[in-house]
């Protein structure tokens, strides 16, 4: 027995023509004018202006109006080149994503070009801290730049033998690793984590006897600071792992 269609709605066609309009600026499809004054503006110089508001001040500091000043028009006239702020963010993205990287340069084998894959994006997201808010984990529309770094990725383990979904899952392994790091990095804040080693190590002095493998482990300097690079180790286990897999499931080039 099948469900009756839901009617559909006045905001189930807002919600469509939305997404088609983030769909055709990213990928320089909308329409243009066939008359009148060359616009003075385009997507990609607006998008440009708001990446550099939100390297400076942070994604929630972006607005249509603050970007618009930076050209000296009205929010209003955003409007013509961009519908709203989920299709500005989303060019911000493209923006910042722009220099797909070419994983062959990194050498032969899958293993050298997902690290190089994985340390390109870290780079992008130290440059950009705003982008792990920018990209949350949701379905979202993306452009060609965002779907290059996918492909790049899902092209360096075609030769592992493993099938789509194993390379997709992995994928999502490696962009979870670099996300995460990413995360910390924007959480991060001197004079909290200096307090809250403080006040940390108080607590485990008066309660060693309850956390007795917690304690012995913070004796050790396990939360001391270490000379471990935490992309290149969380990596080097990722793809270890990913080497095994390989060898269950037949030979492979690495």
Same mark, same amino acid.
């Given at each position: 027995?099948?469900? *009756?269609?839901?009617?559909?709605?006045?905001?189930? $066609?807002?919600?469509?023509?939305? %997404?088609?309009?983030?769909?055709? %600026?990213?990928?320089?499809?909308? $329409?243009?004018?066939?008359?009148?004054?060359?616009?003075? %503006?385009?997507?990609?110089?607006?998008?440009?202006?708001?990446? *550099?508001?939100? $390297? *400076?001040?942070?994604?929630?500091?972006? @607005?249509?109006?603050?970007?618009?000043?930076?050209? $000296?028009? @009205?929010?209003?006239?955003? #409007?013509? #080149?961009?519908?709203?702020?989920?299709?500005?963010?989303?060019?911000?993205?493209?923006?910042?994503? *722009?220099?797909?990287?070419?994983?062959?340069?990194?050498?032969?084998?899958?293993?050298?070009?997902?690290?190089?894959?994985?340390?390109?994006?870290?780079?992008?997201?130290?440059?950009?801290?705003?982008?792990?808010?920018?990209?949350?984990? +949701?379905?979202?529309?993306?452009?060609?730049?965002?779907?290059?770094?996918?492909?790049?990725?899902?092209?360096?383990?075609?030769?592992?033998?493993?099938?789509?979904?194993?390379?997709?899952?992995?994928?999502? %392994?490696?962009?979870?690793?670099?996300?995460?790091?990413?995360?910390?990095?924007?959480?991060?804040?001197?004079?909290?984590?200096?307090?809250?080693?403080?006040?940390?190590?108080?607590?485990?002095?008066?309660?060693? =006897?309850?956390?007795?493998?917690?304690? +012995?482990?913070?004796? =050790?300097?396990?939360?001391?600071?270490?000379?471990?690079?935490?992309?290149?180790?969380?990596?080097? +286990?990722?793809?270890?792992?990913?080497?095994?897999?390989?060898?269950?499931?037949?030979?492979?080039?690495?």
């Amino acid at each position: 027995m099948t469900k *009756a269609a839901r009617p559909r709605s006045a905001g189930d $066609d807002k919600k469509q023509r939305d %997404l088609q309009a983030g769909v055709a %600026l990213l990928w320089g499809e909308q $329409d243009r004018p066939a008359r009148g004054p060359k616009p003075s %503006l385009t997507p990609q110089r607006i998008a440009g202006s708001a990446v *550099a508001l939100a $390297d *400076a001040e942070g994604l929630e500091a972006v @607005s249509m109006s603050k970007v618009a000043a930076a050209f $000296d028009v @009205s929010a209003m006239a955003l #409007y013509r #080149y961009i519908p709203g702020k989920t299709e500005l963010v989303e060019l911000m993205v493209e923006s910042v994503l *722009a220099d797909v990287p070419d994983l062959t340069t990194a050498g032969p084998g899958w293993r050298p070009r997902l690290i190089a894959w994985a340390q390109r994006s870290w780079q992008v997201y130290q440059a950009h801290p705003w982008l792990i808010a920018a990209t949350a984990m +949701r379905r979202q529309v993306m452009g060609p730049n965002q779907l290059g770094w996918l492909d790049a990725a899902l092209a360096a383990m075609e030769p592992t033998g493993l099938t789509a979904p194993q390379r997709h899952q992995v994928f999502l %392994l490696l962009a979870g690793h670099v996300r995460s790091l990413a995360q910390q990095l924007v959480d991060f804040d001197e004079d909290h984590n200096r307090e809250w080693t403080r006040l940390t190590n108080e607590l485990l002095t008066r309660q060693a =006897d309850r956390f007795p493998a917690l304690t +012995r482990a913070v004796a =050790d300097g396990a939360f001391a600071p270490d000379d471990i690079d935490p992309l290149a180790f969380g990596l080097e +286990r990722i793809l270890d792992g990913v080497q095994t897999l390989i060898d269950r499931t037949g030979p492979a080039s690495t």
